[in-house]
């Protein structure tokens, strides 16, 4: 299982945040992101991302994502 740790402190929405992540993961490791780790300050509820799980971790950095091609164990 490979993690990807994002930092973006951009003004942009957490949708457009996970969409850039993910493309870079995409295009660095050749498979789609499912899982996507954040601290819970960042996380607003109505955000969802059609096919990423997002999960908030209070262990996770404001700024920072971790994104993955698996569920998290």
Known sequence: MIWMMWYDNSKTD???KI???S???TEKYEKQVSTVLA???DID???SVSGVKI????Q???NYLLV???ERE
Do not use: E
Request: net charge negative; proline share 8%; charged share 20%.
């Open 14 to 16: 957490l949708a457009t």
């Open 19 to 21: 969409a850039k992540a």
């Open 23 to 25: 493309n870079y993961y």
């Open 39 to 41: 601290n819970p300050a």
């Open 45 to 47: 509820p109505d955000v």
């Open 55 to 58: 999960i908030a971790d209070v």
């Open 60 to 62: 996770c950095q404001r």
């Open 68 to 70: 993955s091609d698996q």
